[in-house]
């Protein structure tokens, strides 16, 4: 092994994903007391804010998509000890983020409201929308750089600071949301717009933090930053926007799954966002161990370290399923209080708590598929992830769409449809690693 090598004790495996796990607890915590602080204004506003901030993660997918392209890319060569490529990686992907924040908020201000005119019946839940909607979209301005930069410092195994980060983000928009939501010192109350003003404000103070962060200790493989480069570009969307459109695709599901439930009427559609509320906790786990995944996997691929990488595998699975477990236990012990902490409503309340107890085993069969679908993202074979996510997502919206128009089930039984999404997803996964030729994709 060269000095830049990879350890796959289980104690540096957990300091790589905990970190990200860490931080994606936080950016779950930040929704959630968006949505916390919102639901006590109404139903309706917690509603809208739910929506528009799904909206919003599903336009940060873009940046999502080429930042994990240059977390493994710079992971890559990283195995490869090319300390040198990364300045040249990064500034291309630093001129990209600037390029897609904004192509982010012109969709955000242009196109978003036109989609709420025509699918949002509700005249409150689309007041409420648009005053949430004209602040947060001026986050893609900080938030994309950012994504961009955690990439550098998760490619490399030294996720602390993207811990750090997110702390700031988590802990500002908590203070800042009970300030502006509510009023008080001199600030007249501002509501659902107040929350929105709120996580706006953290994340630049999170992007301010982890920009100084950079220069300073990251040498040389941050230098230029400003100065345009594109000569990898194609190199970085070829990897990356597979990822991109699987990720869209993704969160489109979760649109289209809302859209539909709301024909259950305001009970179902509130009972569901309460419930993709806890249902982040999950994706708290499987964000930090897919992310450990794909960097282990492209470094590893490096290094040529088959026997590590089988280990590594089995290993992150179960410390994600053990994550899961710990994280969503409040679903099944009690799911009575978590409820009560955003509604009083009797018929939502019910709704919500036979979902809890429906979605837990789903939890579980995600610990082992996400981490499949992520070997084979860590290899290069993002093209791959991509057909993957289109079949899972297509037979995911068919039962979805045919059980809403052709049964009267109650919104609990509509969210089976994880189990096909998740069933489907690693027996796809699965297929390609056993007989695809991902060994030797070269980054």
Known sequence: MNESSLSIKTSD?????????????????????DNYFVAKISGNAMSAVSYIGLLY?????????????????????????????????????????ICIATIQWSLMHFAVPLFIEHNIEHPEIRQYMYAFLFT???????????????????GIAKTRVVLYTMLITSIGNIILDYWLVYGGLGIQPMGVQGAALATLSAETIAFLFILTYSFKYAGPQLKKLWTPLFNEASHILKLGLPIVFQM????????????????????????????????????VSVMGFSAATRTYTSALLAEQRWEDLKKFVIKVILLNLTGILILSHGLWIYPEWITAQFTEDPETTRLTILTMRIIVPAMVIYSFTSILLAVVEGSGNTLAGFWIEVITSFSYVVFVWTMVHYTQWEVHYLWTADYLYFVILGICSAVFLRWGNWKNQTV
Request: glycine share 6%.
């Open 248 to 283: 869209l695709i993704a969160l489109g599901v979760w649109l289209a799954f809302y859209t539909l439930v709301a024909k259950r009427g305001p009970e179902s559609l509130q009972s569901a966002f309460i419930v993709r509320n806890m249902y982040m906790l999950a994706w």
């Open 57 to 97: 993660i599903t336009l940060i997918m873009i940046t999502t998509g080429i930042s994990s392209a240059l977390q493994i890319i710079i992971a890559r060569r990283f195995g490869e000890n090319h300390w040198d490529k990364m300045n040249t990686t990064m500034r291309n992907g630093w001129i990209m983020g």
């Open 13 to 33: 495996l957990l300091k790589v994903a905990l970190p990200m796990s860490l931080g994606a607890f936080i950016q779950f915590f930040v929704a959630f007391t």
């Open 136 to 154: 947060r979209e001026w986050g893609f301005w900080v938030y994309t750089p950012t994504l961009i930069l955690q990439a550098y410092w998760t």
